[in-house]
């Protein structure tokens, strides 16, 4: 555990006056989080550095610490004075504080999303409320409780707030699995179910090393570039089963959600690419049941259908710029339908030889 009794990364930034409801909110929270840490008594951070840029996540208590924290444990670095993100997270059962849900929302069942002078989620469901405000790089991380925590979380925290503060910086996060070696990854994309996280740990131990099974971050100066984002894996028990170089580390995790076993990896393949890799190839895993494993190229349009509509649906706010990139990315790299038999290691070599055919040679 990183933390720090002061760290000049976890400094106050300067409020200004507050004049939208969103904005007064968003302050109301913020001083709660300060309310929560002072009575903590000990300032909590982790520090990581994602593309680049260095990130802060600040804790009020050691309560959320391993729920948020471990997914990035793969890339913690050093504090710095000035982090690109500072992310404040909370809790109300365990720092004694009460977070009002936003008056300005309509209440439904669904997520609310606001999208004003800050941006802000809320689940009513779970008292999971997301914010993020631009000018001050700064974002909130709400929860009634870590029991309150959603599955999700776990394998992938903060997602809208990073979402945001990617997009604002030219950069776009995906739902997309990815695997390679530091040549170059393909992207494995596709909606829940199709084959893509399976396939992706399938890879693990193998000559193809692992990025993701769900969430990465891309690049485009120059040639695109896949970052790793979350050092974790998600696996139910059917899939767990079908991969056998990962059972025991699975067996080891002590984090189990709404019927999956979440794993930290970097504790078990320190071999996980961390550095930006260039991206290589689009595939789509299609699972077809009994026959041979195969690649088949597929148009652009195809590979857009099948990555566009999985990430934007999961993401609020920029959809529009979301298309715009992607639409870009699948006109620029080759794509390609993977067709999966019952065997998920028979992908393995494909991948392998189909990114070492598109490395540009000198």
Not at 100 to 113: D, V
Request: contains cysteine; charged residues 15%; hydrophobic residues 40%.
């Amino acid at each position: 555990m990183q933390s720090v009794e002061q760290a000049s990364g976890a400094q106050n930034p300067v409020v200004p006056p507050a004049s939208e409801p969103d904005q007064v909110w968003f302050d109301m929270a913020w001083n709660l989080f300060l309310r929560a840490e002072q009575s903590n008594r000990r300032v909590e951070a982790f520090y990581f550095r994602l593309a680049g840029q260095v990130i802060c996540l600040r804790f009020a208590g050691p309560a959320l610490f391993q729920a948020i924290s471990g997914a990035f444990e793969h890339l913690a670095c050093s504090p710095v004075n000035n982090p690109a993100l500072t992310i404040c997270c909370w809790d109300d059962v365990s720092t004694g504080v009460s977070t009002p849900e936003p008056e300005f929302t309509s209440h439904t069942q669904g997520t609310e999303f606001v999208d004003g002078s800050v941006r802000l989620t809320f689940e009513p469901a779970c008292q999971l409320f997301s914010g993020y405000d631009r000018a001050r790089q700064l974002g909130l991380l709400h929860f009634a409780s870590v029991e309150a925590v959603p599955g999700w979380v776990w394998g992938s925290p903060a997602r809208e707030i990073l979402h945001w503060w990617s997009s604002g910086s030219g950069l776009q996060l995906v739902h997309a699995a990815a695997v390679g070696t530091p040549e170059g990854v393909a992207l494995l994309i596709g909606r829940g179910g199709s084959g893509k996280s399976t396939t992706a740990l399938a890879c693990l131990g193998s000559s193809l090393q692992y990025l993701s099974d769900d969430y990465c971050l891309l690049s485009f100066d120059g040639e695109p570039r896949v970052h790793s984002l979350y050092g974790t894996a998600k696996a139910d028990a059917n899939s767990i089963a079908r991969l056998p170089r990962l059972q025991s580390a699975f067996a080891g995790s002590t984090i189990h959600v709404q019927g999956k076993t979440v794993l930290h990896l970097a504790e078990y393949f320190p071999q996980l690419i961390r550095e930006p890799v260039p991206l290589r190839a689009l595939v789509v895993p299609k699972i077809v049941g009994g026959g041979e494993c195969r690649l088949d190229p597929i148009p652009a349009a195809a590979a857009l259908r099948a990555l566009a509509p999985s990430t934007m649906f999961q993401l609020a706010g920029d959809r529009s710029k979301i298309f715009e990139r992607l639409a870009d990315l699948v006109r620029r790299i080759p794509c390609w339908q993977l067709s999966l038999g019952p065997n998920p290691d028979a992908a393995q070599p494909l991948l392998a030889d189909l990114i070492s055919r598109e490395i540009p040679r000198s």
